[in-house]
């Protein structure tokens, strides 16, 4: 019973296409994130979403545009990749925005060649 | 089993105690092991990587690891109120590899 899923667990890609990743989570929490993983393994946050609303939005390539249909799903859509978007790319979600118990996807690892 | 386990807390404690934190796991293939911390909003940022059994400290922080017992430990000496957060801990399978993280631990250290 997987709390917080994310697809693909792998994605290898060219430079220039366009991709997605998803994320789902079953947990009934109202708040989802998404971070992207540096070479220091520091998680750093991209995006959160608090009920289907967009709260947290840093500083990131407008290339990357967060989508949540409902409040379980976060998805991730990435046009035009480059290849310094090779990362691991983690979704959590927690029950609030408040709420540092958060729970995280398996991460994803892009790789863009 | 789980993967990995962890306690949620909260855990309060007082200023100047001996923190504990602690989680188990299952996965005998994990080699590295991580510990880190997060405050409100912000996200988490590494703390320990170690990849040996044994004691790794780096001032007031020390990560014990029993790999026969499959259990790892983070110790806070002389805790301080900015030592307020949430304690992660987490798993690479590889050195690069993708992490599995355990639910967190909420520890508040009261002045």
């Known amino acids: 019973d997987t709390a917080v899923s994310q697809t693909p667990k792998y994605l290898v890609t060219q430079m220039g296409n366009d991709k997605s990743i998803k994320c789902e989570q079953n947990?009934?929490?109202?708040?989802m994130y998404w971070y992207k993983q540096d070479s220091k393994k520091f998680l750093k946050i991209m995006f959160s979403y608090n009920n289907k609303e967009l709260i947290i939005n840093e500083t990131v390539p407008n290339r990357f545009s967060p989508k949540s249909p409902d409040k379980a799903h976060l998805n991730l859509h990435i046009n035009s990749l480059e290849l310094g978007d090779s990362a691991v790319y983690f979704c959590?979600?927690?029950?609030?925005?408040?709420?540092?118990?958060?729970?995280f996807g398996q991460g994803t690892r892009l790789t863009v060649v | 089993q789980k993967e990995v386990e962890q306690d949620p807390g909260p855990l309060s404690v007082p200023e100047g105690a001996i923190v504990s934190l602690n989680c188990t796991y299952s996965n005998s293939a994990f080699q590295y092991f991580m510990w880190y911390r997060q405050y409100s909003r912000k996200g988490p940022e590494l703390l320990m990587y170690?990849?040996?059994?044994g004691n790794k400290e780096d001032g007031r922080f020390t990560a014990q690891v029993d790999k026969s017992s499959k259990y790892i430990s983070l110790f806070i000496r002389d805790s301080q109120p900015s030592d307020s957060a949430t304690y992660l801990c987490a798993f690479p399978m590889n050195r690069d590899d993708k992490i599995i993280f355990g639910k967190g631990t909420r520890l508040h250290i009261l002045p």
């Open positions: 170690t990849y040996s059994s």
């Open positions: 947990l009934g929490h109202d708040t």
């Open positions: 959590a979600s927690s029950l609030t925005p408040e709420n540092t118990e958060a729970f």
